[in-house]
């Protein structure tokens, strides 16, 4: 099933080129009460919310795809963890290129361990991209999105996708300097997930997925996930082993060759196989730009 967010926080199953309103389904989630649970309450009870979607779907309401305005397809993840240099190919990009690394310290992954970005970085396509520090280079990054689906810790790999909600793609922006990853990667929507979430059930092995993004029609990266360092299994597996992952944590796991700059007025187009595809306008933030 391809889950979204869409317009006012409405719930959509995507079929085709439409959406069909399930907003009734969060119906069955349980009332919210302070203090708030530290995770997604959606993914937590994604499996009784696919069902009554399933249900309910065929008589929704449904109105075009090009008509929803589409946003994040987690709206509260705990935690939203990234993979570092997680492509060979990129590891030597970064190492070979002073306008990338700035003297910063650059370990492959196994010993440079992953980082978390601030989950007030996250929007939808449609909410688009607000560079700031104009005056420094910002990149592009695609990568695959990992969606976590119940709670665990020092998750062994060989069950690892047993923990999987489903997958999205993702952007994570990027601003060059000499501080530390984390802090130049969390700017409001320097993190950007979607189109929608793409239930585990319909996508069960990520490990071959040809992915790619291009700006303003012209290709900039291009890869497949099987020449990732450390696969989904193994990065569930390594980020388990220092965290509770809990339902609604993202992992994004790394991009490959290819990242470059982009300035107000590109326009995004980044796309997984199975997945879908989403287009990212870029604009400048509007205060402190």
Same mark, same amino acid.
């Given at each position: ?16 080129n ?33 069902? $009554? ?35 060979q ?23 440079a ?83 929608w $979430? ?18 303003n029609g ?40 290819g ?31």
């Open positions: 099933m391809k889950i979204c967010r869409f317009n006012e926080n409405r719930l959509g199953v995507v079929e085709g439409i959406v069909r309103d399930v907003t009734e389904a969060l119906e069955l989630l349980p009332p919210a009460a302070y203090p708030f649970p530290r995770h997604d309450v959606l993914i937590a009870h994604l499996d009784k919310i696919r069902r $009554l979607a399933a249900e309910l779907a065929p008589l929704a309401q449904s109105i075009p795809l090009t008509d929803a305005r589409l946003l994040s397809p987690i709206a509260n993840p705990g935690k939203i963890i990234a993979a570092p240099v997680n492509y190919k990129h590891l030597k990009e970064v190492l070979g290129d002073p306008n990338l690394h700035h003297d910063n310290q650059i370990n492959q992954i196994q010993r361990g992953l980082f978390l970005k601030a989950t007030s970085s996250l929007v939808g396509p449609s909410e688009g991209v607000a560079l700031r520090k104009l005056d420094r280079r910002n990149d592009h990054e695609v990568e695959l999105a990992v969606v976590i689906g119940k709670t665990a810790a020092n998750i062994p790999r060989e069950n690892a996708l047993q923990y999987v909600a489903g997958y999205c793609i993702g952007l994570d922006i990027t601003i060059r300097g000499p501080e530390e990853r984390s802090f130049r990667k969390s700017p409001d929507s320097y993190t950007v997930l979607g189109p $979430l793409v239930t585990s059930d319909e996508l069960p092995d990520a490990g071959n997925l040809d992915f790619s993004i291009s700006v012209e290709t900039r990266q291009k890869s497949n996930t099987n020449e990732l360092i450390l696969g989904v299994r193994e990065l569930i597996e390594f980020a388990s082993s220092f965290y509770t992952l809990q339902p609604g944590d993202v992992i994004i796991t790394g991009t490959p060759e990242v470059a700059s982009i300035q107000p007025g590109d326009t995004m187009f980044a796309e997984i196989d199975r997945i879908g595809s989403m287009t990212v306008a870029v604009r400048s933030n509007d205060i402190g730009a």
